[in-house]
C-alpha cells in the first residue's frame, strides 16, 4: 500500500496513540485511509468545478466508492499485483500511488496524463509504475482481459524462462516481470454484470482456479436503470454463488474495516492458490451518473437522502472521531492540507502542455518493431519437406472437413507447379509447421481457441487410445502432443472469452496465437477486437500494448459451406486503427507472414482461407524456420502490359485462370498483384502497376459494396487518374450473403468466367 505519501508530521497531538486495531488496520492506516478518500471525494469535486468552468471537458465522479477502493488498495500491492479498475476507482488509484496531480493531467487532457496523454476521457485509469492496464469506456471489456492477465501470471510462474528478453523480435521491447502469487483485481458495477462477458470472465476463473478478485460495486444504479432490472432478484451475488472453487463476500461497501477484513480474505485465498474471489459491495452513487445526468428525474428525494446518510467519507469521519483516534482539530488540518495541495495541483495541471496534433498517429503501432522492414523479408532456406510436418502426424496426413471435399477445386495449370510433388506442401501443413518451429523457439507462445488441443482430456493420448484433433481442420494438430496443455489448450465455446484473455495475457508479455474457427463466428468477439486489443497501446500513448494473432479460418467456395461457414467482411478489420490485417493466397506467404506476425510487436488478424488450406494451388515446401514475408508487400503474381488486376486470397488462383485465358484467346498480357497484406498493403506496388498498365480491376470474394477494393479504388481514382485509360471497375461478391445450394452459390461467389468478362472488357474499353 502506497499511504506513506502522509506527512507524519501533520497528525501529530492528534492522534491518540493507540495500539488498537480494527480488522488489522492500525489507527494510522485509518488517517491515511480518510486522507485518501477525501482527496478522492476532493479531486471529484475540483474537477466539476472546473467542468462547470469550461476548463475541463468530461467528469465522471468516484463519489460513494471510496471505502471499498481503498480497502482494496490497502491489501493488494501496487507493481506486484495487477489492477484493472473501472472508472469509479479514483481512490483506490489514489491509495495504490497515484496523484491528484496526474489526475487532473488527465482532466485537461494534457500530453503528459500518464493515463493516456490526453487520448482517453478522465477516469480512465492506466498506471504502469503500479500495474494497472489502460482501461476502456466499454463496461464489461476489462473482466476477460484480467482473466488473460491472471492466465499469464501462472504461466510465467511456471515457465520463467519465458520471462527471458529476446533480441530481434517483439520481445526485445517487452518488460516481462511476475511474482508467483500476485493477484489481479478487476472491478465493475452492477449493470456491468448483465453483460456476457463477465459470465465468461467468472466461468473460466472459476474453472481455471485463477487468482482473480472480481469488485462488483453496486450502487443500484446503471445510469437510471435500477439493478433488479438488470439482476433477476436484484442480487448479483445470490446469482453467482453456483461457481465452484470461489471465495464470496457480500459486504457494506461503504464501510472502510468492513471491506478491507473482505478484501484480506479474498485475497488470502487467492494468494495461497485456492481460487478465485469475489467481492460484492454495496455502495452509494451520491452524484449523478455523470455531468451528463441529472439522478432526480428517476430518483425521489427520500431514496437519494437515504443514500447519502451512508456516504464513505463522513462514516468514516465519525468512526475516527468517536473512536477517538483523531479529533476535530485533527480532522480539519487534514482537509486543509489536501485543500491547499489540490489548489496547487489544480494551479499546475491548468498550466500543463497540451499534446500537439502532429502526434496523433504516434503509437498508432509500435514504434519499435516495423513489420514492413527489412528484417522481416528472408529468404527460404532449403529445408527437408519432413522438417514442415514433423512425421506421421502431419496436418495434411488427415481429412480435415466436409469443406475441404470440394469437387470444383479451381486449379490453374502450369502455376507453381512441383518439382517433387513428396516436397511440396499445403498452407494447411506450411501453417502448422510454422507454428511448431516459433513455439519451440519462443516460450511465450500459447496456444487456444475452440478445438485446437489434440485432446483436452490428454490421458487419452498419454495412453495412447486416440490420434487426437489439432483443430477443425487440424491446422494444429500434434502441438499439444509436443508442447504439452499449458501451451495449447481449448478455449470455451465463446469468442470473446478467446480474444479477450489473449490481449490480457499480452499485456504481460505473453505471445498468444488464438483462433476464431470460423470468421463467421468472430462477432461475438467484436467489442474484444474493436475496442480493445488493437487500441491498447494508443489509448495509453504507449504504455502497455497487445501483440496478439488471431489466426482466422475464412471465406467461401466450399460447395455447401452456406451463409455461416463462408463469410468474408476482412473491410471491417483494415478499417480498424491499430490491428494489422493479412490475408495469404499460398501456402510460402502463408509461412512467411505468419511467422512476420508472431515476431511482430502488432496485434494481427491473420485470415486463412478455408479453401486454400489444402489446394493444389500454391503448394510449397517447408521454407525452414526463419523464413519470413514482410507485411505491406504485395507479390507480382504474373506480370503483364495491358492491365493491372488487384487482388487477395482465394480469388488469386482464380483471376490467375482468367488471366491466363485472356492471353491464350486475346493476347492481353495481365499483370496480376496479391496483395498478401490488406492493412498496411502495397501502395506502391498498386501505383507502379497502373502507371504501366492505365487500367485496373480489384476483384475481392467480399460482397462488392463498401468491401475491401472500394477504398483501393478511391486511391486509384483519386491518385493515379490522370494515368487511367479506363474506369477503375471492381469484381466482387453479390450483396448477399453465400448460399448452400451449389448453382447459388456460384452466381454469388466471383468466379474465374465473371474475372475473364471484367478483365475482357476493360481491355478493350
Ligand atoms: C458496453 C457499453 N454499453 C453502454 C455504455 C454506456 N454506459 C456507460 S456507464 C453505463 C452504466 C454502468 O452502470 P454500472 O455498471 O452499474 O456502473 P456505475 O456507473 O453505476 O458505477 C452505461 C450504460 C458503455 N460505456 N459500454
Ligand atoms: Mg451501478
Redesign the pocket.
Known sequence: MATTKVDPKLNEGDIAKTAKTYQGLTSQQLIDAYRIMFTSRRVDDREILLKRQQKVFFQ?SGAG?EAVGVAAAFVLKPGYDWFYP???DRALCLALGATPYEMLLGAVGAADDPSSGGRQMPSHWAFKRLNVVTQ??????QILQAVGCAEAGRYLAQHPNAARKAEGDYRQFKDVQFQGDEITYVS????????GEFWEALNTASNRRLPVIFCV???????S?P?EV?TSGGNISRLVSGFPNFHFEEIDGTEPVVAYAAFKRAADYCRAGHGPGFVHAH?I?PYS??LSDDERLYRPDAERQADAARDPVHRLQLFLLREGILDEKGINKIEKEIDEQMQADTDRALEAAVPQPETIYNFVYSPDLDPTSAPFETHAAIAAPETATDGKRSADSQNASPQNANPENVSPQNINAPNKATQNKTMADLINATLRDEMRRDERVILFGEDVADASREEYLKQKLIKGKGGVFKLTSGLQLEFGSDRVFNSPLAEANIVGRATGMATRGLKPVVEIQFFDYIWPAM?QLRDELPIMRWRSNNAFSAPVVVRVAIGGYLTGGAIYHSQCGESIFTHTPGLRVVFPSNALDAAGLLRTAIRCDDPVLFLEHKRLYRETYGRAPYPGPDYMVPFGKAKIVQPGTGLTVITYGAVVPRALQAAQKLEREHQVSVELIDLRSLNPFDWDAIAASVKKTNRALVAYEDSLSWGYGAEIAARIADQLFHRLDAPVKRIAATDTFVAYQPILENAILPQASDLFRAMKELAEF
Open positions: 465522471i466508492h473501472y472508472y469509479r476502456s469506456s466499454a463496461t464489461g471489456t465493475l458495477g452492477d449493470g456491468t454484470t448483465s453483460g460495486e453496486d450502487n443500484q444504479y446503471a445510469i436503470v439493478v438488470q455502495v452513487r451518473h455523470s467489442m
